[in-house]
């Protein structure tokens, strides 16, 4: 079967994908169950009828439980042929709680999550009201609201899988921002001072007051060392270039020597709260 992938990936990743399965015995509405996709998408991408991104490749390649030889050589491929880039518009017509669901399979064989945030509290991180914010912003219908919600609300039980790590580093301009009213704030600023405390969990502050070497320009999720997404205005980046992981995982470090966190974090995150809540009587 190596060969056959060697042979394979030239320029066709969907037929590799479809043999790969074949050569598994597993059913194609089990391996898209796994990989947190229709099986129609599924038969589309072995068929060539659509171009998956790096993302659907991983997915696809977990739930089939390659080799990592031949992981290697159709991530190699997916780098090369993969749509690297969904505009966000793309997301909202198929709906955006299905995106969520991709997200959730990724993190469920994550061992180690490293965020950046330079626009809103890390998605893990939000509460419900927060999140209903964010949404109404994009002038969504209340049912595609409440449907992401709820995805994201099974996004978030991952936090509590003490064998995976989780590390967020938050400008703390994201935290001062009044995206919602005062209370609203305080509570979301309340459930971040708690997650820190989870064993698992490392929260960080990039202070406003720190001397940046580098001006923060994306927000960006390193899973593990095979992959990131950036977010941009109009949409999401996704790669797994061995080098390109590499520069975000540096750029992470630098801007993790320069937060606070653990205690120091948490009066930071406080002194803002309380801002919001005095706010909120003077109002």
Request: proline content about 4%; hydrophobic content about 40%; glycine content about 4%.
């Amino acid at each position: 079967m190596v060969g056959a992938v060697r042979e394979g990936v030239k320029s066709d990743i969907g037929s590799t994908l479809r043999e790969l399965r074949q050569a598994s015995g597993k059913e194609a509405k089990v391996v898209a169950r796994s990989a947190a996709m229709s099986q129609s998408k599924l038969s589309r991408i072995e068929t060539g009828k659509l171009a998956p991104t790096a993302l659907d490749v991983d997915r696809i390649l977990t739930a089939l439980g390659v080799s990592a030889e031949i992981r290697a050589k159709l991530t190699d491929l997916a780098r090369r042929e993969a749509t690297e880039a969904t505009a966000w518009r793309l997301y909202r017509r198929s709906g955006l709680h299905h995106h969520q669901d991709a997200i959730r399979s990724m993190e469920h064989d994550t061992r180690l999550q490293r965020v950046f945030q330079i626009s809103c509290v890390p998605g893990l991180c939000q509460t419900p009201e927060y999140i209903r914010g964010l949404l109404r912003q994009r002038e969504l219908t209340e049912e595609a609201i409440s449907r992401m919600v709820s995805a994201r609300a099974r996004r978030q039980e991952v936090l509590y899988d003490t064998e995976k790590s989780f590390r967020y580093l938050i400008t703390e301009s994201v935290l001062r921002w009044r995206l919602l009213p005062p209370l609203a704030m305080a509570v979301q600023l309340d459930r971040l001072i708690t997650l820190s405390r989870l064993p698992n969990v490392r929260v960080g502050i990039l202070p406003l007051a720190a001397d940046m070497t580098e001006a923060p320009t994306s927000s960006f999720v390193v899973y593990d060392s095979r992959m990131v997404i950036v977010e941009i205005p109009h949409a999401e980046i996704t790669t797994s270039e061995p080098r390109d992981v590499e520069l975000y995982l540096e750029k992470f470090q630098r801007f993790e020597e320069l937060a606070v966190s653990g205690s120091a974090m948490r009066e930071l995150a406080a002194d803002i709260r309380d801002s919001f809540l005095r706010g909120r009587e003077n109002s």
